[in-house]
């Protein structure tokens, strides 16, 4: 059964500390997103990958990290230097043209 | 700079009722715009498309309006049902300028059918 896994669904992480989120797709797309959602602001993009070892900043990259060592895998780090972190984190993934994405299930991710 | 906007942050439809909700863009070399369907903690899930050539797309009760003259789209429920209450994305990409298949949301549009 294909699609995309994010995990995981809630993290807590103390001031100060780097954090990674997971997403891992077995849907063979090329392309994968990092978005991250706030109460009002919609859907804002971090970091895209079109293919593997390449990857892209979005428009709110600062304070973020990404890697595409696999097709599969395109994890996010959420760095000490994010003012914000505290959201609702989405991972997508497409296999390219217009056919949109497919999205994992979120993890909402708490700085306490 | 809000690229995609959807102005109404919620609507509220009787069931059976048409439910309009509307996207509005400022760039105009958007070529391809989706809707997504989304429930609290989960990812959003595609609804339906369209491209900049066409205005108009139909799938099921959903249908997708594009006015490109006035950069408007809506998306029209017919008819509405208590399980389509969700928050509702528009989204555009312009692959002719930036190469990319990557998507500009708007802020989302709460739908709730009233039973």
């Known amino acids: 059964d294909g699609g995309i896994t994010q995990s995981p669904k809630y993290l807590f992480r103390k001031e100060g500390q780097n954090v990674t989120l997971s997403c891992e797709q077995n849907l063979n797309h090329d392309a994968m997103y990092w978005y991250r959602q706030d109460p009002g602001q919609g859907l804002r993009l971090i970091y895209y990958s079109q293919i593997v070892n390449d990857f892209q900043k979005g428009d709110i990259a600062e304070g973020y990290s990404v890697s595409r060592e696999k097709k599969e895998s395109f994890p996010l780090t959420v760095t000490s230097a994010q003012k914000n972190p505290t959201a609702f984190y989405l991972c997508?993934?497409?296999?390219?043209?217009?056919?949109?994405?497919?999205f994992g299930s979120g993890t909402r991710l708490t700085v306490v | 700079d809000q690229q995609v906007k959807q102005n109404s942050p919620s609507l509220s439809v009787q069931e059976g009722r048409i439910s309009i909700l509307n996207c509005d863009y400022t760039?105009?070399?958007?070529?391809?715009f989706l809707w997504y369907k989304k429930y609290p903690a989960e990812g959003p899930t595609f609804l339906i498309s369209i491209s900049s050539i066409k205005d108009k797309n139909e799938d099921g009760r959903f249908t997708v309006f594009l006015n490109k003259s006035a950069k408007h789209l809506s998306l029209h429920i017919v008819p509405s049902q208590p399980g389509d209450s969700a928050v509702y994305f528009c989204a555009a990409s312009d692959f002719r300028t930036s190469g990319t298949y990557k998507y500009i949301f708007g802020t989302g549009t709460r739908l709730k059918v009233l039973a």
């Open positions: 760039n105009s070399m958007f070529d391809y």
């Open positions: 997508a993934s497409s296999r390219g043209g217009h056919y949109g994405y497919t």
